[in-house]
């Protein structure tokens, strides 16, 4: 169980350095999966546009059809479902990384002070929009290296 202390209050004194390689490799592997997210975004849009185009054609000539055998003018209408397949866009929060790097490398001393915010964002890796990147990018990236490298999730 946590203490009652507020957490927001407490402040921890933090080798810099360590603290800086830590955002580091934290940015390099978040880098890394948003890549992996893109690409596998890319596999997924062509998947989507080749179903999509298929349905299409075969609404647009059902469409055309209904007005051709039409004894009077009909209104020409394709479902309105086609106007989007509904992607999601891969995200990247790289800028923070970069900001958290602005800071610990402009300071001056070895050991510094950071919030417990800064604690749980440069060194645990657990940011407000963790949730959201992972709900955005992690089935694209999976499906990217199951596509690049033929094995299975990591």
């Not at 830590?22 to 997924?44: F, I, M, P, Q, S």
């Amino acid at each position: 169980m946590r203490q009652s202390m507020n957490d927001e209050d407490r402040r921890y004194k933090v080798d810099r350095l360590k603290t800086l390689e830590t955002v580091r490799t934290n940015k390099a592997k978040h880098v890394g999966a948003y890549r992996d997210a893109c690409e596998g975004y890319k596999l997924e849009v062509a998947e989507k546009t080749a179903a999509f185009a298929a349905e299409y054609a075969a609404a647009l000539a059902e469409a055309v059809a209904k007005v051709q055998a039409a004894d009077k003018p009909v209104n020409f209408y394709v479902d309105s479902k086609f106007v989007s397949p509904g992607l999601k866009v891969p995200v990247s929060y790289a800028e923070e990384y970069d900001w958290a790097e602005t800071v610990l490398s402009t300071q001056v001393d070895d050991v510094i002070e950071i919030t417990n915010a800064e604690m749980r964002c440069w060194v645990q890796d657990k940011w407000d929009w963790t949730a959201n990147f992972h709900m955005s990018n992690v089935g694209y990236a999976i499906k990217y290296r199951e596509t690049a490298v033929g094995s299975s999730p990591r």
